[in-house]
């Protein structure tokens, strides 16, 4: 086998288990990565001509762009500064090349500046990319368990709150924070109240990463604490491949989410839950496996979480999704002042996760919108991927421009209305 075939196979092989397909079935050439590229080439400039064209001027018609703000921003650093960063040494151990080649293609993807510290790159390459809208940064919390005691070798990685808070405060017309606090943390309600005496905006949760359960009683004062002040929480429900932590998957089931809309909390369903399957719990601890993205849209029918659950569009055009939700997601008309705009970076820098080359073949975007998309992906990701959800269609359907002015949705809360006011 040849260097390039086995480097090929070997990244099919990362990308199939991180999208759930089968090597044989990304095999497919119309799944075959844009150009054969597997490496985004960071290029440092946006050419005038590039930003100037009729694709990237169209996508921009009809947005309010002080009104966008992007919902899903992962802040990632090495800790190589006094950031506090942290991640997982598993995920650069040479033993294991599959975990290894992932964190090779999300460094990629990050495009880190040169000549800079890895945590001071990530965070230039962000500034630089912030065309004209705000980024929600997300920190990340440890992985607890029911004990509140922190599970340091089942944890992906952390993003400290404090460093999330000091880069919105350093950068405040660029960078909104979004906080994340296990619920089963001893000190959660206290951190909770540090965190938007900082201006964070949300509460950031990945259940089956970080190993939170939503039905357990344990988080009832956590809810009662979001209900009250009016928090949103940005909850990753469906299956997670991209950051395995405690890998609990049965934790990721959309139909927990009652236990927190029952409350009165805002919920944002990262991804609409599109990927995975679980089991029916409307029917039973023993109730058949259905498709994750079937329970949410069960969970949005129905009228009492109106108002109360949301779903971010964020990788909704990367291939395994493309097939499983996005075609639904454009067809609801009906959810369009429910969903929010988000691109989940750097996932939006990596090429083999969104095939523009099936987007065409299925008829979601023309030729043109490709070729100009392709050019803006090496250059600006989050650009690209503000042009790409602005441009992908189904039978003439596509996100309304409501679905991008996202910041009343994020500084609607009560404690941003009374902020010295005594809410524990």
């Not at 260097?3 to 070997?10: A, S, T, V, W």
């Not at 075959?32 to 985004?40: A, K, R, S, V």
């Not at 070798?153 to 909104?176: D, G, I, M, V």
């Not at 705009?341 to 065409?360: A, E, N, R, T, W």
Request: charge should be neutral.
């Amino acid at each position: 086998m040849h260097r390039r075939q086995f480097l090929n196979l070997l990244a099919f092989s990362t990308f199939g288990g991180l999208l759930g397909y089968g090597t044989d079935r990304l095999l497919h050439s119309r799944y075959w990565p844009d150009g054969h590229q597997f490496l985004n080439a960071c290029h440092s400039s946006l050419s005038l001509e590039l930003f100037n064209h009729e694709v990237v001027l169209s996508a921009l018609e009809g947005v309010d762009l002080k009104q966008l703000w992007d919902g899903h921003v992962h802040l990632l650093g090495m800790g190589d500064t006094d950031s506090g960063c942290w991640v997982n040494p598993n995920f650069q151990h040479a033993s294991d090349i599959r975990q290894r080649l992932q964190f090779m293609f999300y460094l990629n993807a990050a495009c880190l500046t040169p000549e800079l510290s890895q945590d001071e790159g990530y965070v230039t390459r962000l500034q630089q990319s912030a065309w004209k809208n705000r980024l929600l940064l997300l920190a990340f919390d440890f992985a607890y368990n029911k004990k509140g005691e922190r599970l340091l070798e089942r944890s992906a990685f952390y993003t400290p709150n404090h460093y999330a808070a000091h880069l919105h405060q350093q950068f405040p017309k660029q960078f909104e924070w979004v906080a994340s606090i296990h619920p089963y943390r001893s000190d959660a309600l206290e951190t909770l109240e540090w965190a938007f005496r900082q201006g964070a905006r949300g509460i950031k949760w990945l259940p089956a990463a970080m190993g939170i359960d939503l039905a357990d009683r344990q988080c009832e004062p956590f809810y009662q604490a979001l209900a009250r002040l009016e928090i949103p929480l940005l909850c990753h429900v469906g299956d997670e491949q991209a950051v395995q932590g405690t890998a609990q998957k049965e934790y990721g089931n959309p139909l927990l989410l009652r236990h927190v809309l029952d409350r009165g909390v805002k919920v944002v369903a990262a991804h609409c839950a599109s990927l995975g399957n679980s089991v029916d719990l409307d029917k039973g601890t023993q109730g058949p496996l259905v498709e994750n993205f079937g329970l949410f849209q069960r969970l949005m029918k129905e009228q009492r979480y109106e108002g109360l659950l949301f779903g971010d569009i964020s990788t909704m055009t990367h291939i395994k999704r493309v097939e499983t939700g996005l075609a639904t997601v454009l067809r609801e008309e009906g959810w369009q002042a429910r969903l929010l705009y988000g691109s989940d970076y750097p996932l939006s820098g990596i090429i083999p996760l969104i095939s523009l080359k099936f987007l065409v073949h299925l008829g979601c975007l023309n030729q043109e919108q490709a070729r100009v998309l392709e050019q803006l992906r090496h250059v600006n990701s989050l650009l690209f991927d503000f042009v790409l959800n602005r441009h992908v269609q189904v039978d003439g359907h596509r996100f309304a421009p409501e679905v991008f002015h996202t910041r009343s949705f994020w500084t609607g809360g009560r404690f941003f209305k009374i902020i010295t006011q005594e809410w524990f």
